[in-house]
C-alpha cells in the first residue's frame, strides 16, 4: 500500500489501482488476489488456508466477547480496539498445544493471555487509576468483585481537565464462545467527587447468578470521568479518557478452585 501525496486525493479504481481514504489517511494500492477455487484447493495454498482459519476463529472469538461486554464497552473503547483485541485473540490461539495447525482455538490456547488488555489504547488503566484495588473470581459462588480501600481521588486518580466527578465501574461475565452466549453482571459506584478528599471503601461485586461454572469466566475494571453542570452528569469528551481493562481472567480448566488478585497502584508501562 502507497501514501497518497499531492493536492488532489482520488477515490475510487484506476487500471489495476485502488484508492481509498482509511484512518491513515488517503491511500493507494493494487488489486490483486488468487481464483477462489485455487485458494480452496491447492496445496501450496494449505498454510494461507490454515491461517484464515485461525484468524477467522480469533474474529469470531473476539466479537462473541465484545458482544458480552457491550453495556461497559461503549464509552472505553479505542477506534482500533477490535483490532488489537484480535491480534491479543490470535495470541491465544497460536498458544493451544493440543489441536492441529488450522485447527487450534481460543479453548485449547491460553485465555490469560487476554489479562491486563486495555480497551481504550489512549487510556491504560495503570496509567489511569493508581490506588491499589483487588479484583477476585469466586467461580463456585458466580461472584466477581472488585474491592478498592480508602483513596485520595487528586492524587491517585490521573483525570482529565474538567473533571468534577468520576464513577468506578466493573462487570463479570461467563462466556460461552462456542455457542457465542454470556451472562453478563455488571456494577458502579457513585457519581465520587474528584477532590482531595479520603474516599470511602468502594465494593463492586457482580454477581453472574450461575455457580461452579465450566465456561471461561472475565472481570473487567475501569473508570468514567463526568462532569457535573447545573445539578446534571455529563460523560467528559465523550469518554475519550475512560479506561476499562481486562484485569482477571479464569480459564474454567482447574473448575472449582477461586482466583483472587491484588493489583493497582501501578505506574504503567
Known amino acids: 500500500m502507497a501514501r497518497q501525496s499531492g ?4 477515490k475510487g479504481t484506476i487500471g489495476d489501482i485502488t484508492f481509498y481514504k482509511s484512518k491513515d489517511g488517503f491511500l493507494a494500492r493494487q488489486k490483486g488476489g488468487i481464483e477462489k477455487e485455487r485458494f480452496l484447493s491447492d496445496p501450496k495454498f494449505q498454510r494461507t488456508r490454515e491461517n484464515a482459519a485461525e484468524f477467522g476463529r480469533a474474529g469470531k472469538a473476539s466479537k462473541a466477547f465484545c458482544t ?4 461497559v464497552l461503549n464509552k472505553t473503547q479505542d477506534s482500533r480496539m477490535i483490532s488489537r483485541l484480535v491480534k491479543s ?7 493451544d498445544q493440543i489441536s492441529n495447525r488450522g485447527q487450534r482455538n481460543v479453548l485449547d490456547g491460553e485465555l490469560i493471555l487476554l489479562q491486563g488488555f486495555d480497551f481504550n489504547g489512549n487510556a491504560r488503566l495503570s496509567a489511569t487509576v493508581y490506588t491499589p484495588y483487588n479484583a477476585s473470581i469466586a467461580r463456585a459462588t458466580g461472584l466477581l468483585d472488585i474491592n478498592v480501600p480508602s483513596f485520595t481521588p487528586d492524587s491517585q486518580i490521573v483525570a482529565p481537565g474538567g ?4 464513577r468506578l ?14 451472562v453478563l453482571a455488571q456494577s458502579s459506584s457513585g457519581e465520587m467527587t474528584f477532590d482531595n478528599l ?4 468502594v465494593s463492586l461485586s457482580n454477581d453472574l447468578g450461575v455457580t461452579d ?20 452528569f455529563y460523560a467528559l469528551n465523550n469518554g475519550a479518557y475512560n479506561a476499562l481493562s481486562l484485569v482477571l481472567v479464569d480459564t474454567g480448566i482447574d473448575s472449582g478452585e477461586d482466583v483472587d488478585e491484588g493489583t493497582g497502584g501501578e505506574t504503567g508501562e
Open 89 to 95: 485473540m490470535m495470541q491465544v490461539i497460536k498458544a
Open 198 to 201: 479520603a474516599t470511602e471503601t
Open 213 to 232: 461454572s465450566t465456561k471461561p469466566l472475565f472481570l473487567v475494571f475501569g473508570i468514567e470521568f463526568l462532569q457535573q453542570v447545573n445539578g446534571s
Open 169 to 182: 465501574i466493573s462487570a463479570g461475565v461467563e462466556v460461552d464462545f462456542e455457542n457465542e452466549t454470556f
Open 68 to 71: 458480552a461486554i457491550r453495556p
Open 163 to 166: 473533571t468534577t466527578h468520576f
Open 7 to 10: 493536492i488532489i486525493k482520488l
